[in-house]
């Protein structure tokens, strides 16, 4: 297996990407948005970080998150979100019986993949393409075809606050390839 090492930059800004097991469409189901939502502000006041830019898919979701200036673990917070997350909505899942071999001799329950992608953020060119690839991503996928219509992402407020136009609908996104963004 490789050996993979993450960059640490203190005070980043970072693209995340965090998958379900085989991708399994539950995260936007009443209680799988709860149980997120809680563990999401858990773990914030534990381990701050600001949240940029969020949007929840059935079976993924993207977020931009910063890190206070001198603080570069968002391995942990992805960690203890994880973790929070499934500890408290295992008792409503019934795939968590499916688990594999491996999973059950690490006592793993089948929610997400094991690990997760990520993008430190070199300048604003780049944030603005990686908040823009996340409120368009309902749109990609064909959930919606206008993302004013997807109700669980960031884009309603920056909409509201007047970042994103009336007709906004991903003018530039077209011109990245899928895989520059991680999975999803």
């Not at 993207?62 to 909505?89: G, Q, V, W």
């Not at 136009?165 to 895989?179: A, C, L, M, V």
Request: net charge neutral; proline share 5%.
């Amino acid at each position: 297996m490789p050996n993979y090492r993450r960059l640490i930059v203190p005070g980043a800004t970072v693209f995340i990407t965090l998958v379900t097991h085989d991708r399994v469409p539950f995260l936007t189901q009443p209680a799988a948005r709860t149980v997120l939502r809680n563990a999401w502000m858990y773990v914030s006041k534990r381990h701050p970080f600001s949240t940029d830019a969020v949007c929840l898919l059935p079976d993924h979701l993207h977020m931009l998150i910063t890190l206070p200036e001198n603080d570069a673990d968002y391995s942990l917070r992805i960690r203890e979100i994880k973790r929070m997350f499934t500890k408290n909505f295992v008792p409503n899942f019934d795939e968590f019986s499916k688990r594999n071999i491996s999973r059950q001799n690490k006592s793993e329950a089948a929610l997400w993949q094991r690990r997760f992608w990520e993008h430190i953020i070199r300048d604003e060119i780049d944030y603005q393409n990686h908040f823009d690839y996340i409120h368009f991503n309902p749109v990609k996928h064909q959930y919606v075809d206008d993302t004013s219509l997807w109700e669980w992402s960031s884009f309603h407020r920056y909409k509201k606050a007047g970042v994103y136009g009336k007709d906004w609908e991903g003018e530039n996104i077209h011109k990245f390839e899928s895989g520059d963004f991680g999975e999803g």
